[in-house]
C-alpha cells in the first residue's frame, strides 16, 4: 500500500506521533493528508512533516485508501458529518477512546473500520495499541494497520471489541499508574535524604529496567519478583508493607474501574 494516500481528521499528539512513523519508514509527505481546523497545528504539521494540510474537508480525502480518526471522541460525529462523501471507499483506523465501530461504519459509510486503543508512549515509539477489526476488515486490512502503527511500538489484536476497554484500563490508562508509583518512589527517596533528582533517576532507571528484564524473560513475574525476595530482607520488608496495605487489591480495583468509566464513555459517546 506504499504508492496509496493515508488521511487524518484530526493532527494532534497521536496523529503526529503516526505520521512522524510513516515518514521515517519511507512514506512520501505528499502521500498524507490532514484535516485540521486550528491555524497553528496545521502550520506545525507542515512544517514539521511537510504534508499536506487543510482546514476543512476537500475532495482531496477521496484519494486516501486509509482514513484514521483523531479527533476527540466528543467532536467525532461533527467531524465526521463533512467527511462522509470523500471517505467511504477508504479503510478507517480510529484512534477515539470511547467511539464505537458501529457509529463509526455509519458515519463514514463503510464496514471496514479497525479501532484502536493507543498509549501515550507511542509518542516516543514505545507503546502498545490494541485493535479490533469488524468482520468486514480483510488480512490485508489488518496487515496494512500494523504497518502504519508499527513505529508506534508493539500491537495486539483482540476479538472482541468490548475487550477494548480491558484494554484501555491496563495499557491505555496503564502509564499513569506507573508515573503513580514512581511518584511515590521519589516521595520516598526525599524522605530518606537524597535529592529529588536522584530519586527520580533511581525510580525510573528501576522501573524501566525491570520492565525490560520482565520482557526478555520467559518466566512469571511473581518469579521475577520472588527472586529480588531474600527471606528476612529488605524487599521482603516492602512487599510484606505493601501486603498489609492490599495495594494488590487496591490495583486490581483500580484497573477495573477504568475498565468500567471506558464502558461508560462508549455508552455517551460511541452509540
Same mark, same amino acid.
Given at each position: 500500500?506504499?504508492?496509496?494516500?493515508?488521511?487524518?481528521?484530526?493532527?494532534?499528539?497521536?496523529?503526529?506521533?503516526?505520521?512522524?512513523?510513516?515518514?521515517?519508514?519511507?512514506r512520501a509527505p505528499q502521500q498524507i493528508l490532514v484535516v485540521e481546523p486550528f491555524d497553528e497545528a496545521r502550520a506545525?504539521?507542515?512544517?514539521?512533516?511537510?504534508?499536506? /494540510?487543510?482546514?476543512?474537508?476537500? *475532495? $482531496?480525502?477521496? %484519494?486516501? #485508501? !486509509?482514513?484514521?480518526?483523531?479527533?476527540?471522541?466528543?467532536?467525532?460525529?461533527?467531524?465526521?458529518?463533512?467527511?462522509?462523501?470523500?471517505?467511504?471507499?477508504?479503510?478507517?483506523?480510529?484512534?477515539?477512546?470511547?467511539?464505537?465501530?458501529?457509529?463509526?461504519?455509519?458515519?463514514?459509510?463503510?464496514?471496514?473500520?479497525?479501532?484502536?486503543?493507543?498509549?501515550?508512549?507511542?509518542?516516543?515509539?514505545?507503546?502498545?495499541?490494541?485493535?479490533?477489526?469488524?468482520?468486514?476488515?480483510?488480512?490485508?486490512?489488518?496487515?496494512?494497520?500494523?504497518?502504519?502503527?508499527?513505529?508506534?511500538?508493539?500491537?495486539?489484536?483482540?476479538?472482541?471489541?468490548?475487550?477494548?476497554?480491558?484494554?484501555?484500563?491496563?495499557?491505555?490508562?496503564?502509564?499513569?499508574?506507573?508515573?503513580? /508509583?514512581?511518584?511515590?518512589?521519589? *516521595? $520516598?527517596?526525599? %524522605?530518606? #535524604? !537524597?535529592?529529588?533528582?536522584?530519586?527520580?533517576?533511581?525510580?525510573?532507571?528501576?522501573?524501566?529496567?525491570?520492565?525490560?528484564?520482565?520482557?526478555?524473560?520467559?518466566?512469571?513475574?511473581?518469579?521475577?519478583?520472588?527472586?529480588?525476595?531474600?527471606?528476612g530482607g529488605t524487599t521482603q520488608a516492602a512487599i510484606s508493607s505493601l501486603e498489609a496495605d492490599q495495594v494488590a487489591?487496591?490495583?486490581?480495583?483500580?484497573?477495573?474501574?477504568?475498565?468500567?468509566?471506558?464502558?461508560?464513555?462508549?455508552?455517551?459517546?460511541?452509540?
Open positions: 500500500m506504499s504508492h496509496t494516500s493515508i488521511a487524518f481528521i484530526g493532527g494532534g499528539n497521536m496523529a503526529s506521533a503516526i505520521i512522524g512513523g510513516l515518514i521515517r519508514a519511507g506545525r504539521l507542515s512544517h514539521d512533516f511537510g504534508v499536506r /494540510v487543510f482546514a476543512r474537508p476537500e *475532495a $482531496a480525502l477521496s %484519494e486516501a #485508501g !486509509l482514513l484514521v480518526w483523531a479527533v476527540k471522541p466528543q467532536f467525532f460525529a461533527d467531524a465526521a458529518e463533512p467527511c462522509a462523501p470523500w471517505v467511504a471507499q477508504a479503510l478507517q483506523l480510529s484512534v477515539m477512546a470511547g467511539i464505537r465501530s458501529d457509529a463509526i461504519a455509519r458515519l463514514s459509510g463503510t464496514e471496514r473500520v479497525v479501532r484502536s486503543m493507543p498509549n501515550t508512549p507511542a509518542l516516543i515509539g514505545q507503546g502498545i495499541t490494541g485493535l479490533f477489526g469488524r468482520a468486514a476488515v480483510t488480512e490485508s486490512d489488518k496487515q496494512w494497520v500494523e504497518e502504519v502503527l508499527a513505529p508506534t511500538g508493539r500491537s495486539l489484536w483482540v476479538s472482541k471489541e468490548a475487550d477494548l476497554d480491558a484494554v484501555t484500563a491496563v495499557s491505555g490508562s496503564g502509564p499513569a499508574y506507573f508515573f503513580y /508509583v514512581v511518584e511515590a518512589m521519589m *516521595a $520516598a527517596a526525599v %524522605e530518606m #535524604g !537524597l535529592t529529588a533528582e536522584q530519586g527520580r533517576l533511581l525510580a525510573l532507571a528501576t522501573c524501566s529496567g525491570a520492565a525490560e528484564l520482565a520482557l526478555q524473560s520467559v518466566e512469571d513475574p511473581a518469579v521475577l519478583r520472588a527472586r529480588v525476595t531474600s527471606k487489591l487496591a490495583l486490581r480495583r483500580a484497573v477495573l474501574a477504568a475498565q468500567r468509566r471506558a464502558r461508560e464513555l462508549g455508552d455517551e459517546f460511541g452509540a
